[in-house]
C-alpha cells in the first residue's frame, strides 16, 4: 500500500501534538506574553534537527553507507537519489519527538527531588 508509512509518520506526529498539548511540553509550552517565542524555539529546535539529520544522511548516501531499499509502504517519490520523500518527516519527528520525551522526563526529574524522602515510623 503505497503510502501507509508517510500515513504512520503523520499519524504518529498527531499523538506527539496531542500529549505535548495536553502536557505542555514542547509547542505548547506556555500560555502568557512568551508563547510566540516559546514555539519559535521549538520549530528552530525541529528544524535545526531535522537539517542535520538530513545532512547527516546525505554523507551517508554519497558515501554508499545508506541506500533505500525497496518497499510497498513508500510513495515511490525521491527527493534526491535514495533519499525518499517520507525521510525529512521521519526526521523531523524524531526531533519534535525528542524535545517531548526529553522535556517531560526533565519535568518528572524535577518532581522528584521536590517531594521529601520517605521516612520509617518505628513501631
Known amino acids: 500500500m503505497p503510502g501507509a508509512y508517510l500515513l504512520v509518520l503523520l499519524v504518529s506526529i498527531g499523538g506527539v501534538m496531542a500529549l505535548d498539548a495536553r502536557f505542555r511540553l514542547a509547542l505548547w ?9 516559546v514555539r519559535a524555539r521549538t520549530l528552530a529546535a525541529i528544524v535545526i534537527g531535522t537539517v542535520f539529520f538530513l545532512a547527516w544522511d546525505a554523507v551517508g548516501i554519497v558515501t554508499g553507507v545508506f541506500v533505500k531499499g525497496d518497499s510497498p509502504y513508500l510513495l515511490g517519490i525521491d527527493l534526491a537519489p535514495h533519499l525518499p520523500l517520507e525521510e525529512p518527516v521521519f526526521l523531523a519527528f ?27 515510623e518505628a513501631s
Do not use: C, I
Open 29 to 37: 509550552a506556555r500560555h502568557d506574553a512568551a508563547v510566540e517565542r
Open 94 to 120: 524524531l526531533s519534535y519527538l525528542t524535545l517531548v520525551v526529553h522535556t517531560a522526563v526533565r519535568r518528572l526529574g524535577g518532581r522528584a527531588r521536590r517531594r521529601p524522602a520517605p521516612t520509617r
